[in-house]
């Protein structure tokens, strides 16, 4: 068993527990143990906190690397928004002695002192570089055979890629691998390098660029789009209501999130991963309830 | 007939917004750019709206255009924070660094738009981004994990005040 820091963020444990049921749930399968950090508080947030003083953003994301630390493990993320904040603290701090100074005289203030000794790893990373593609296929019951899953990486699981180090932002491969190894059938849409626009606050530029990003997952047939990030996921999941009022086109395309089809391909009942909380419902996942595959005999 | 040029045509670098900049974490990197557009073509914010372009918001930045850059016809709230002009630019700019080091500049002249300040007050008042209400704990019981731990505000409000003089080391 490989042991991390779980980080959970606020919008997955406050506003999607079904996510970290899921993560919960599938992890141990995967032979990866989370260890709960006690006292974390927002990564904070790389997009409101962080614009307004980056001092005090890298203060308290400091802070949170502290508590792993402490443990004496690195850190998984399961929001790309926590890994951006979490990653770029960590690059920033090990690059910048002297904000790394100034960030541990704010923590001297609480009797923490940052070192720099715990990396931040995305959920995705740790299941591709820890159990690896063959262990995950290996802890599938019920393969996703036909479900055509469109992938959407996000921004910030990627990008700055040396930061992130997870992946080539050009052309990735590792959502595409993970889709494959439930047994599901990935597709790159046109439109796939594109962001949810949540950060914007001009919502004609969201609203726009989800019109084509839906529009272009639907043009490829695909049953679900598959997500990463619990920001991007809310974006596609309330925010298409809003789409397909506006533009008069009803895509109907669910978002599911990545941990939530690897319970249900290990064997976990559609009813029991909250897809009923959805305004998208993905029920054409329902069929794998009954799909177990024969066991190797 | 004088060959000066007209004192209106020359645009006048504004050192003291520039050394403002400079002040914010990273902000020092705005001088880097050479003004390639590398930033330009990757931009969604640019692709989706005909106002916003990384290129001429580094532009003003060279040059310290404080109104256009923080005044009310601002765009830099039309960045999507992609982060793939920070993955493109040649120089390390960083360019979306530099959007973000004069948004904290519209904060702390109180001129950061509503919708932003609301989610800031939430973290600064309860630590975290989503508010706490005994509904959450009451859908997480649903899945049986357990409730959504303490996070000690006195440690956060700590971190968020400058250190002065005199706080114990």
Known sequence: MKRFAFFPGCLIPARHPAMEFAIRATLPKLDIELVDLEGASCCPDPIYFKSKDKLSWLAVAARNLCLAEDLGVDLVTNCSGCTATLSETYHLLADEPELKDQVNERLAKIGKTYKGTSKVRHIATVVRDEAGYEKIRNSVTHPLMGLKVAIHYGCHLLKPSRIMNVDNPDDPSVLENLIRALGADPVRHRNWYLCCGKACQNEDIPNNMMHDLLGSVHDEEADILGMICPTCFGQFDHGQKKIAKIFDEDFHTPAVYYFQLLALAQGIPYDQLGFQKQRFKPTVLQQFDETAAPSPA | MSKRHDENDIVRVDFSFKRELAETVEGDLANFC??????????????????????????????????????????????????????????????????????????????????????????????????????????????????LGEVPMDEIRALLEPVVEGDAP
């Open chain 2, 34 to 147: 050479y003004q390639c557009g590398a930033c330009v073509g990757d931009c969604p914010a640019t692709t989706y709206s005909e106002a916003f372009n990384p290129r001429e918001i580094m532009l003003k930045v060279l040059y310290g255009l404080e109104d256009e850059l923080l005044g009310s016809e601002s765009v830099i709230w039309e960045c999507t924070n992609c982060y793939a002009c920070h993955e493109r630019c040649p120089q390390q700019v960083k360019p979306v660094e530099i959007i973000i080091s004069l948004k904290n500049m519209l904060a702390a002249r109180g001129d950061a738009p509503d919708a932003v300040n609301k989610v800031i007050h939430t973290f600064e008042t309860t630590g975290r981004t989503v508010p706490y209400s005994p509904a959450i704990d009451k859908q997480r019981a649903k899945f049986d994990l357990p409730p």
